[in-house]
């Protein structure tokens, strides 16, 4: 019976395998998220100030 022999591998690159583990994309929050929660706060103070005080009397 013939023995069969198989070619060599390529070595594997070693820098590969840590890369994938690292999480990929921007650097910080984006402007889209920034502009969202500088939305939201304005939203909260409106909410907490007292417009009552200038309100025009009603009769």
């Known amino acids: 019976m013939p023995k069969f022999s198989l070619p ?3 070595p594997r690159n070693p820098l590969v395998a840590p890369a994938q583990f690292r999480q990929a994309g921007k650097h910080g929050s984006d402007r889209d998220a920034t ?3 500088a939305n939201q706060a304005l ?4 909410a907490n100030l007292d417009l009552s ?3 025009p009397p009603s009769f």
């Open 35 to 37: 502009r969202h929660d």
């Open 53 to 55: 005080r200038n309100k």
């Open 43 to 46: 939203k909260r103070e409106f």
């Open 8 to 10: 060599a591998s390529k």
